[in-house]
């Protein structure tokens, strides 16, 4: 059981450039997320998504783009590259509980993208 | 933004000592987790808090919830060099929230 996967592992891109950082589980986990992780930094939510055809924004989703054609895929998409988004990124996916009051499923997360603008 | 704040943010502790890390909301929780990351590694999810004055433990780990909801801690006794990282607690204000929100961390140092 692979659980989250990402690729690539490590990248460097060029100011203007464009790329799309790959995440996919096994898990069957409808709840799907990105976060980025700067040095020193707690991880910021930058896309969600709660099923495929669904995603929403989180706290710093500029510059960002994502699609969720089937439950297994997530990818980000990085328009631009500007040195800004340099950055770990992590994909995570939980699954849904319902009618289980205030509990909540965990976050299991890939090995992290780490990308460099320069 | 950050819902929640943790404290402190750097923790260097010697081999065999105890040490505490704190997590502070200024609104009620409707649950809060915890999760490790290991130098390099990424996040693993360590246990999960829900009700009110709750209190877990994993060997020398132990979590608690405040009895407002407001705020958790983690004491870790008898600090191991495998302890070493980043403790991070999350939470979603509400318990139908998607979206979970993580503190900065507290980073654990250790010397042997």
């Known amino acids: 059981n692979a659980g989250v996967t990402q690729t690539p592992k490590f990248r460097i891109l060029k100011i203007g450039q464009s790329m799309t950082l790959q995440c996919t589980q096994d898990?069957?986990?409808?709840?799907m997320y990105w976060y980025r992780q700067d040095p020193g930094m707690g991880l910021k939510l930058i896309y969600y998504?709660?099923?495929?055809?669904?995603?929403d924004k989180g706290e710093v989703p500029n510059g960002y783009n994502v699609s969720r054609s089937t439950t297994e895929d997530f990818p980000l998409r990085l328009e631009l590259a500007a040195p800004s988004q340099t950055s770990v990124y992590f994909c995570?996916?939980?699954?849904?509980?319902?009618?289980?009051?205030?509990?909540?499923?965990?976050?299991?997360f890939g090995n992290g993208t780490r990308l460099t603008v320069t | 933004g950050q819902q929640v704040m943790q404290i402190p943010q750097y923790q260097h502790v010697q081999e065999g000592e105890d040490f505490t890390t704190y997590c502070n909301s200024s609104?009620?929780?409707?649950?809060i987790q915890w999760y490790k990351q290991r130098p390099g590694g990424h996040p693993v999810f360590l246990i999960q808090?829900?009700?009110?004055?709750e209190v877990k433990k994993q060997k020398r780990l132990t979590f608690q919830f405040g009895e407002a909801k407001k705020n958790s801690s983690l004491h870790i006794t008898a600090t191991q060099t495998t302890d070493v990282g980043t403790y991070f607690c999350?939470?979603?204000?509400?318990?139908?929230?998607?979206?979970?929100?993580f503190g900065a961390g507290t980073t654990v140092t250790v010397r042997a």
């Open positions: 808090l829900v009700k009110s004055g």
């Open positions: 898990m069957n986990h409808n709840y």
């Open positions: 609104t009620t929780l409707s649950n």
């Open positions: 999350a939470v979603r204000p509400r318990s139908n929230d998607y979206k979970l929100s």
């Open positions: 995570a996916s939980s699954y849904s509980i319902l009618g289980q009051g205030d509990y909540n499923s965990p976050l299991h």
């Open positions: 998504s709660v099923g495929a055809g669904i995603t």
